[in-house]
T-cell receptor
């Protein structure tokens, strides 16, 4: 079983639409990271959230860490084809880093 | 400052051979994590190492797989007597010397067992 559950597993939308993907766990994390991975490449870090309730914005991407530090969401506004990729969340606690299975996003032009 | 370097990028082995995957962490990073990724799936944790120590190997298969991170040189993930089911992308990540900090990934080694 996954320590971190990501949903949806697959998401296909049209360019310009908004979307939200989720990362949930029953465990508390000291911090949580979001990565994006493109085919044939390693994951690239997008953001780290540390404080419960924290919201971080990165251009059209908004990341939120739940108050209890067990869950997180990633919202993308006006999605573009360049946003296509696998979005992974990773929870960190006690020097341990574990990943969810990812949300595979496809943005069609 | 070079990023995490993994080599080779692609590795083909026949069933029964050994595979050695190398990971050089970023300069100043003493924590290394290895992950396995099957096509269309997320990353599965294998092992977490600090210099000369295995901290957590709960994700490693009990047989044929081993990992090390010596005082000098890269971290090595070794797979003995490979089978077709070992075919996957293997990624390593490194992080600095403190707890709960950001980790950076290499580009992975794609192992194909024929």
């Amino acid at each position: 079983t996954q320590l971190l559950e990501q949903s949806p597993q697959f998401l296909s939308i049209q360019e310009g639409e908004n979307l939200t993907v989720y990362c949930n766990s029953s465990s508390v994390f000291s911090s949580l990271q979001w990565y994006r991975q493109e085919p044939g490449e390693g994951p690239v870090l997008l953001v780290t959230v540390v404080t419960g309730g924290e919201v971080k914005k990165l251009k059209r991407l908004t990341f939120q860490f739940g108050d209890a530090r067990k869950d997180s969401s990633l919202h993308i506004t006006a999605a573009q084809p360049g946003d296509t990729g696998l979005y992974l969340c990773a929870g960190l606690s006690n020097n341990d880093m574990r990943f969810g299975a990812g949300t595979r996003l496809t943005v069609k032009p | 400052n070079a990023g995490v370097m993994q080599n080779p990028r692609h590795l083909v082995r026949r069933r029964g051979q050994e595979a050695r995957l190398r990971c050089s962490p970023m300069k100043g990073h003493s924590h290394v994590y290895w992950y396995r990724q099957l096509p269309e799936e997320g990353l599965k944790f294998m092992v977490y190492l600090q210099k000369e120590n295995i901290i957590d190997e709960s994700g490693m298969p009990k047989e044929r797989f081993s990992a090390e991170f010596p005082k000098e040189g890269p971290s090595i993930l070794r797979i003995q007597q490979v089978v077709r089911g070992d075919s996957a992308a293997y990624f390593c990540a490194s992080s600095p010397d403190s707890m709960n900090t950001e980790a950076f990934f290499g580009q992975g080694t794609r192992l194909t067992v024929v």
